[in-house]
């Protein structure tokens, strides 16, 4: 436990932020259900494909005045997948380097959001049409603090309402509605969807929209499913509205990691209208949607700023009323003006206001043009530093010490109920 000083200095220099951020407090006492979209990435979002929408509901939330939508918000996840996403999101901590750290580490002592609002009073339920014990999740979520686990033995899957993975996303939102409507109130509750996952089966009469036609079997069923999965979530929210826990809930919609991955570079460079997917693209791409929907509220906008999975726990708690003054964590309140200012992914490259770096080239966020090019104006003047260099040193820095965190499984040594 010897980092641990070094660590909480760190965080409270460098993260931590003193003034309440706007939005806090704004949903106290409301009903958390957080939607974890499979596989989606931001460039669909009020995209086309064959002259068609791909995600109405979606985009008419962009456009909803009780709606945050998060237009450059990036995934941070490496091998874990849908798992490090939940990481990320529960804890502000990162994943791992290597491996699934719901695998390694899922007997750690956290300090989770589950745990923190069961603290608070809150009922806290995960539901996911899958093995409890896929992935650990049975382990993990105990660690993490959750009172019940939804798993697939909680759900009639028949071969009708199935594919691919296992039960649609349809039937089981539908299904879900009966034990989230038991619920001790306030809850928190977690919904994972499945089906819009590689390699993106469909039937016919679940697809509103062709596919595309490119050389990438798994890009073009992607654009049906991600479809899919949009008119299933609509079709969530009606419900919740039938049933009456819509007005007293606020609704989390985040994409878990990317879909589409490098090796269906050349179809996407077709579909995006790009001559071929550059380093600089492939950083954007890691973009997956995130909407912060709040009934009642009035002042929903699109959200520029950089942001990222590791936000969401400050941000969620913040909204709660609920303060991260003496939390570890590595993320800041999304509605804060004073943030860090970079997201970093977990293979070591960044994003910052004006910067992306990937594979150790610093790029102008907006041009996408490497930057050292025209930095080199005076060769004779030593060589000047990268403006990338500082965020480098900083994003290192964090990455090493949640490792620390996790590895040393340092928060045994921590007291968080101290000074509350
Ligand atoms: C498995 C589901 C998908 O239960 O969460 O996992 P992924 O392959 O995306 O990590
Ligand atoms: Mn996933």
Redesign the pocket.
Known sequence: GNELPEIKKYVNENVQISEKSPLYGVAEGKNVIFI?A??IQSFVINNDVNGQEITPFLNSLVKDDSTFYFENFYHQ?QQ??????EFLVENSLYPLPRGAVFFTHGQNEYHGIPEILDEKGYYTSAF?A??KS??N?DQMYNSLGYEHFYGVEAYEVNKENSIG?GLKDKPFFEQSMKYLKAQDKPFYSKF?T?TN??PYELSEEDSSIEEYNSNSNTLNNFFPTVRYMDESIEQFFNQLKESGLYKDSIIVIMG??YGISENHDKAMAQYLGKEKITPYDHVQLQRVPLFIHIPGYEGGKVMSKVSGQIDIKPTLLHMLGISTKNDILFGNDLFSEKRKGYVALRNGDFISDKYISTSDICYNRNTGEPVNQDQEIDKTEEKQESPCTPIKEKVEKELGYSDDIIYGDLFRFVDFSKNK
């Open positions: 974890s499979e596989s996840t874990g997948k849908t798992s490090d996403s996911h899958n093995n896929f992935w999740r993975w994972i499945l996952h590689f878990d990691h």
